[in-house]
């Protein structure tokens, strides 16, 4: 898989996990660590994705 491609996953995977939150943060019985997962998840694929386009620059 080339790098763009692989950014291009990246960056869909975030996004669903945004709609995810969006979903669960709607519900009276969203759980905290439910939320906090989902948080979790989408800070690490930001960090990957900055890592990945920090390192096609150079």
């Excluded at 996004?15 to 939150?21: N, P, R």
């Amino acid at each position: 898989m080339s790098i763009d491609a692989h950014l291009a996953s990246l960056e869909k995977k975030h996004g669903e996990l945004e709609d995810e939150l969006r979903t669960v943060l709607g519900q009276p019985s969203a759980h905290d660590q439910t939320i906090v997962d989902i948080k979790r998840r989408k800070l690490r694929l930001k960090d990957e994705i900055s890592r990945l386009k920090s390192d096609t620059r150079h």
